[in-house]
Every structure is written in C-alpha cells, then in structure tokens.
C-alpha cells in the first residue's frame, strides 16, 4: 500500500501530522477518525520522498524522559494484553508533540510489517544503539513488556544519574565563575587606581609588579584576548577530535584525583547496569558489549572493552581482559568471574549493579564536600596576593615618610 502524509486535527484542537499507509485518501480519513482525529489534508507520497519525509519530522526533539515515558507507556499497554499496534494507537492518542510523530512513524511501520526496532533504527536520533539493541531483544525474546520494563529503568537511572553529577558540579562551577570575575575586576579596576599615583614615588615590590603588569595587559590586549580563548578553543576541539588525542585526554582523566574517580565509578555503574540488563534480555554478550561501549563516555574504558570484546569472541573469559586493562575496578571484576562459573552472569551484573549506584553517590558527596574548600583556597591564595600586592607599597611608602 502506498504512503500518504496527512494534517490533522484532534477533537482538542491539537493540530497534528504525520505518515500512514492507506489503499487510497479515503482509507487515511478513515484511519483518522477512527482515531479521533478529523483531516484537513491528505496527500500521496511520491516515490523517493522518504528523505524529505525524515528530515521534516526530525525538526522535534525528544527529551530522554519523555522517551523514557513512552517507552514505559508501551511496555504497560502490552502488560496489559494489547497487541502491539493497539497499543501504539491508545498511546498515541494522548501522546505529546514530541512523540506523537514518532509513533505515527511506528504505526506506519509495523502496519508494513516492519518488526518495531527496525522502524526505531529508520527514525534516527533519539534512537540510539541500547534502545535499538533493547527493542530488538524485545522482539526476538517475545517478552516485550518485560523487556520495555527493563529499558525504561535503564533510562530513567541514567536520567537520575546525569542530574546528581549535573547537581554535584553546579555548585563548584558558580563558586569557580565568581572567583574568576571578581579576580579580574579587581586586578584591573581597583588595584591600577590604588598603586599608580605610587609608581612614581618608589620602587614596587614583584608581587605589585606582577598585578600591575597583569593588569595592563588585560586591559590593553582583551580584545586578542578573547579572539585567542575561541581560537584555543577551536583548536582542543581539533586536538581532541584526533582518536589518540581523545585517548591520551580520557585516561588523564581517569588518573586525576577526586575527578578521575567519579567518572571511573559512573562509569562502570552505568557499565554494570547496562551490560546486565541487555544479557537478561537475551542478547549475544558480543552484541551487548558492543552496546554498552558506547555508553560509557570515554574513550579510554571504551578501548579496554573493544580488548575485552577481542578476547571474547576468541572464547577467552570476560573477566580476565577486563582486570588486564587496570581501569575496572577489583569487585567488578570478582563479580564477572563469579558470574561467569556460576553461569548467572547477568543476575549478578544487575545485583551488583545497585552496589556501584551506592559507590557512586558516595563518590559525589566526597567530590562535592572537596572541591568547594579546595576552590576556597585557591581563591584566599589570590586573594593573599593581591591584597600583598596593595599593601606592601602602601607600608613601605609609610616607612619613607618616617
């Protein structure tokens, strides 16, 4: 059956669009009133016009909760007993904006025919790997709602995850911004207006020396200033776009302290949880390794998990690479060893996967309590400075006069 776009309205007033596959113009209305929705133009798709049909509906965004939500949506729907289509037709009809062009796009698909991860693969982003890979196993395993189930936790630990380290770094970054900008009007407003009517009288200690010189070249050089910070920048995203520039950047990363242990614990708690969940769905450990790589946001623990894919598929243990490549820690690696004699490989990655989460809280409590005061003393050290800087003229002009 041929493909015809479509404009709607709901009986809200809600104006909508989308794809539907049809015999002819008819059968479209049709399918929209049985659906509530009244339409106000219905037009076949010309041959090729897929493209252009992407590129339109990509123009909304979904957020990773509202993803989460219809995919806990759906999965509810089929623990309930509907068939799939069903299911995606009651969600739809409440769906938002956001969603409600990619479950046009879902309708339209399986109604060709096509499984749901397949037409998930054909939409794009937001649709990355682990959702794929998750709908797949869905579809293959004949537990979807299970499975959807699964997925959405997934989600909405990784939501919950990225706003206690966006929650953990806020702070720190406000306290860091204002040290900076009070450093800079100071140096350059206060202290030239204070020490300059005493140049010409005497000889300046270094540290006035070095404030005044500071100073005037901040405001005799801030417009190549600025143009040399965007050209600095442009060239690290250069720099780190090189693949072992990124490697060499994400493994200091990993040696840095406080920050370093914070992202390795992230890191494998988002591991443990992921590779947990896609081997109870029933995906091929190579398949789900294969996924999990590119959850993990850095380059260097995605390197010792391709090694430790190497070794897999060469029917090595899993645990052994991972404990070779030093960036995992020593309990993950216990786990899989036992999950792997045991063979509960995936029981106790997702046990496990709750005792990282613990370790990673504690791990932001102990970077947010560290690097406040840290940030507190860099600031008291300039502010030392400066104040020397002001205060040693001042004391030995005082010393002149008497």
């Keep these: 059956m041929p493909d015809f776009q479509f404009q709607s309205v709901t009986t809200s007033g809600e104006a909508r669009s989308g794809v539907l596959k049809g015999r002819d113009r008819a059968d479209v209305v049709q399918q929209l009133s049985s659906r509530g929705e009244t339409a106000t133009k219905v037009h076949k798709v010309k041959a090729g016009s897929k493209i252009a049909r992407s590129s339109a509906t990509k123009n909304r965004r979904m957020s990773k909760v509202e993803m989460s939500t219809m995919i806990r949506e759906l999965a509810t729907a089929q623990e309930a007993g509907l068939p799939l289509m069903q299911a995606l037709r009651t969600i739809r009809r409440q769906a938002p904006p956001s969603s409600a062009m990619i479950l046009d796009h879902f309708i339209h698909c399986v109604e060709a025919g096509d499984p749901l991860y397949k037409a998930a693969a054909e939409w794009g982003d937001p649709f990355d790997d682990l959702i794929i890979g998750m709908l797949r196993a869905s579809d293959a395993s004949g537990k979807m709602s299970t499975i959807l189930h699964q997925l959405s936790d997934l989600l909405d630990r990784s939501i919950e995850l990225k706003r206690e380290l966006l929650g953990a770094i806020m702070y720190p970054a406000i306290v860091a911004g204002l040290i900076g900008v009070s450093g800079i009007v100071l140096v350059t407003v206060l202290v030239p207006r204070l020490i300059e009517p005493l140049a010409g009288q005497m000889i300046l200690p270094w540290p006035t020396v070095v404030v005044m010189g500071f100073a005037g070249f901040i405001l005799n050089w801030w417009l190549w200033i600025i143009v040399g910070v965007f050209a600095l920048v442009i060239a690290w995203k250069s720099w780190v776009s090189v693949p072992e ?92 060893n036992l999950g792997e004699r045991s063979g509960k490989l995936e029981e106790m990655l997702l046990h496990s996967a709750t005792a990282f989460d613990r370790q990673v809280n504690a791990s932001l409590k102990i970077f947010t309590k560290a690097l406040p005061p840290i940030l507190l003393i860099v600031m008291a050290a300039l502010a030392c400075f400066v104040l020397s800087a002001i205060l040693l003229p001042l004391l030995e002009l005082q010393s002149l006069i008497r």
Excluded at 247 to 276: E, H, M, N, S
């Design 245 to 336: 520039n990124r490697f060499k950047y994400d493994f200091i990363k990993l040696r840095t302290p406080l920050l370093g242990k914070l992202l390795r614990d992230v890191a494998v708690a988002r591991f443990t949880r992921t590779l947990g969940t896609l081997t109870a769905a029933g995906l091929p450990i190579l398949d789900a390794l294969k996924i999990t790589r590119d959850t993990l946001g850095n380059v260097a623990l995605a390197n010792a998990v391709d090694a430790v894919q190497d070794q897999v598929s060469s029917g090595k243990p899993l645990a052994d690479p991972l404990e070779k490549s030093g960036l995992f820690p020593p309990l993950l690696v216990q786990v899989v």
